[in-house]
């Protein structure tokens, strides 16, 4: 097996994807010719061709909306939209089409497109280029929403995703693309897109997280096991729908429950998650949920960037907190 | 190649027909700003008429192109340094088209453009020092390091930004042309955008209301080839981009944006067009990046030959040295304006670095109101 990074992953995915099913299609800014903006996409259009692997102009409304149209005709297009920030103009085309095509057709028309795109920060960027906001996104039925966390996750999701029979919004973690290389088999075996990774067990608290935070919260967790608190670290991996029995079961067992995500706190997906345990798991807590996340403010310029997304420090202390709670 | 009127008769090639045009022929300059290629019954060609600038005007566009060509040769030093952050769009190679549009306009015209924007805001008269620091993320930036290369304004001197996402600052600048024609000015919108904006659906929703509206909007298209990593060619579809405007019968020409004195006198005849109450009008720079499309691009996907062609025979900026020394202009006044330059953009660099960093508490400022 060799060792690969995130980036590496999903291009090997789309590879292996591309290879299975020539009904797969990719699309975007420079995905061919240059390789993508990240390089996720390099050297597929040698491998199978500008018909397949499609340089788009500067359209990203276009570029969701023929996927769509690809896509309820039988193809399955992986669109590439440059930074999460580039999406806005596409939600359009994903709220008021891709989600709702199987709804309104009663399945007779379905609409199997992947839309991926890099998020988050830790790049020295801002704005645009670092943004969280897969809020957006969670909220509208009809959407899958996945972010990976690990080059095999992201091999194993990114698979699952193209061949399912739904629209899928594929998050990556852009500060993830080569951080870290874990070896990573093409044995074109997907992983499932309703279930929660359980990182790390442990009995004293549950920490649910997703994406570039799966990093500094196992660090984190680190540092509170050599303080004695054993963390169990969840990833959720696939964020709607929802694996809310794996998170539901673990707080359940721990009795705490801390929330951390990089995008800003209102409105944030952690808000969800936390209602379904006021919902469904108020006997069993013993101190209030907790959420660390970004600052309700705008993604500041590189030399605040620590101040404003959760750092390992920032997690512990949370931790910390709802551990001296009770 | 050229015929005696100075005019070009072959297809276009960037900077050189206004290049051997005004070496040779300095007071019939204005008349050879045209770019003939695929001329239309739409788009006409640039048939300048204006005056050729006074020896004063001139060194004085020198000078502005010089600025933004240091510029932004020391801004790719700092972010070499990694005083930088983020991506950082340079606009070394188009001086002459921001220069050029400055000197067709006057006071409370506005401007508005995307990212590759510190050329236009130094046109426009905003502070080197601010500018820089606003790179570097200091307190002393023109958004007080919170904005970076992207994110930069200034109420004062009209220039309503610098914005990151492509061609949403087409809508913008539509809106700012609604402001001078709901208040009665003749002023005009200068709104620029890039090859690869023109592709975007909201381009053409402006151009569509302001042709409707009549609005005094100036939609420049600054083409340098590039849309990122993608050509013209393979990402634009139609003869010519100038042309782009045509169902929405806003005029359109194309215009070699090598030369800063076909540049002005385009956006002369625009402006006039503009504040005549005639409605939009689209400018297309027949332009020339000489960097990536932004710092972290290798621009694998041109030749270095192509690059080095444009460099040698179009650089705007020798081009009118060239001009500049046929037209009498002492080799060492003009020594004394590099010299002038470089001081300028040692003292800029040097203040973005020293200004201090934002407190962190500035995170929370300027979200509403009151926060």
């Not at chain 1, 907790?290 to 993604?299: C, S």
């Not at chain 2, 006409?44 to 060509?69: C, F, W």
């Not at chain 2, 005029?251 to 625009?270: N, R, T």
Request: proline share 4%; glycine share 10%; hydrophobic share 40%.
């Amino acid at each position: 097996m060799t060792e690969r990074s995130l980036v590496e992953a999903i291009n090997l995915a789309l590879s292996r994807a591309m290879t299975e099913d020539e009904s797969v299609l990719v699309l975007g800014e420079d995905v061919g010719v240059d390789g993508g903006v990240f390089r996720a996409t390099a050297g597929l259009i040698d491998r199978f061709g500008a018909e397949r692997v499609r340089d788009t102009p500067i359209s990203e409304a276009v570029i969701a909306g023929v996927s769509v149209g690809l896509a309820a005709a039988g193809f399955r297009p992986v669109a590439e939209i440059q930074f999460m920030g580039f999406s806005l103009t596409v939600l359009d085309q994903l709220v008021n089409h891709a989600s709702r095509l199987r709804n309104r057709t009663q399945g007779r028309l379905t609409c199997p497109m992947v839309l991926r795109a890099p998020y988050g920060g830790g790049i020295h960027a801002l704005e645009h280029h670092s943004e969280s906001f897969e809020a957006l996104f969670t909220h509208i039925p009809g959407l899958r929403v996945v972010i990976p966390s690990s080059p095999r996750r992201a091999y194993g999701l990114l698979l699952a995703a193209i061949r399912d029979p739904d629209p899928v919004v594929f998050f990556e973690p852009k500060r993830l693309y080569r951080l870290a290389r874990e070896e990573v088999a093409d044995d074109g075996e997907a992983l499932p897109l309703d279930q929660c990774v359980t990182l790390r067990n442990g009995s004293d608290l549950t920490v649910v997280t997703w994406g570039a935070m799966c990093h500094d919260t196992l660090m984190a967790a680190k540092t509170l096991e050599d303080e004695g608190i054993e963390a169990e670290v969840i990833d959720v991996a696939t964020l709607r729908p929802l694996d809310f029995a794996t998170i539901l079961t673990s707080v359940e067992k721990t009795g705490r429950c801390l929330i951390v995500h990089e995008a800003v706190m209102t409105g944030g997906f952690g808000g969800e998650i936390a209602a379904r345990l006021a919902e469904h798991a108020l006997m069993s807590l013993l101190a209030p949920v907790k959420r660390v996340t970004a600052w309700d403010t705008v993604v500041p310029y590189p030399r605040h960037e620590s101040h404003f997304i959760p750092s390992p420090a920032r997690i512990a202390a949370a931790a910390r907190e709802i551990m001296e709670f009770a | 190649m050229r015929n005696r009127t100075g005019r070009a008769t072959r297809q276009m090639t960037q900077g050189e027909t206004m290049a051997r045009a005004a070496t040779k022929s300095p007071s019939r300059a204005s008349s050879a700003t045209s770019a003939t290629k695929r001329s239309t019954r739409s788009t006409k060609t640039a048939k300048a008429t204006a005056d050729v600038p006074s020896n004063e005007a001139l060194v004085g566009y020198y000078k502005q192109m010089l600025v933004i060509r240091r510029f932004e040769e020391k801004a790719g030093q700092l972010y070499g340094m990694g005083l930088i952050g983020g991506f950082c769009h340079l606009y070394i190679g188009q001086e002459a088209v921001v220069v050029g549009m400055q000197a067709a306009i006057g006071e409370g015209d506005t401007v508005v453009t995307s990212y590759r924007d510190h050329g236009h805001m130094l046109a426009c008269g905003m502070e080197a020092r601010g500018v820089m620091a606003e790179l570097t993320g200091r307190i002393g930036g023109y958004s007080k390091g919170k904005g970076g290369s992207m994110h930069m304004f200034s109420r004062e001197k009209n220039f309503f930004g610098g914005h990151g996402i492509v061609g949403a600052q087409v809508p913008i600048g539509t809106g700012l042309g609604f402001r001078h024609k709901y208040q009665k000015t003749d002023r005009v919108s200068l709104t620029y955008l890039g090859d690869g904006a023109v592709n975007q659906g909201q381009v053409y929703e402006s151009f569509n209301m302001a042709a409707l509206w009549k609005l005094p909007v100036i939609f420049i298209i600054e083409n340098n080839k590039y849309g990122m990593g993608t050509s013209v060619q393979r990402a634009a579809a139609g003869p010519s981009l100038a042309e782009r405007g045509h169902a929405y019968g806003i005029p359109g020409e194309e215009v070699d944006g090598m030369s800063v004195l076909a540049v002005k006198a385009a956006g002369e005849k625009a402006v006039k067009h503009c504040r005549a109450g005639k409605g939009p009008f689209i400018l297309e720079m027949k332009t020339y990046r000489y960097r990536g499309h932004s710092m972290s691009d290798p621009a694998k996907y041109r030749t270095k030959e192509e690059l080095n062609k444009m460099r040698q025979e179009h650089d705007p900026i020798d081009n009118l040295r060239r001009v500049l020394m046929e037209q009498g202009v002492a080799e060492d006044a003009l020594k004394k304006v590099d010299r002038e330059i470089k001081d300028l953009i040692t003292d800029a660099a040097d203040f973005a670095q020293q200004s201090p960093e934002p407190d962190p508490s500035e995170l929370w400022t300027d979200i509403l109101v009151d926060a």
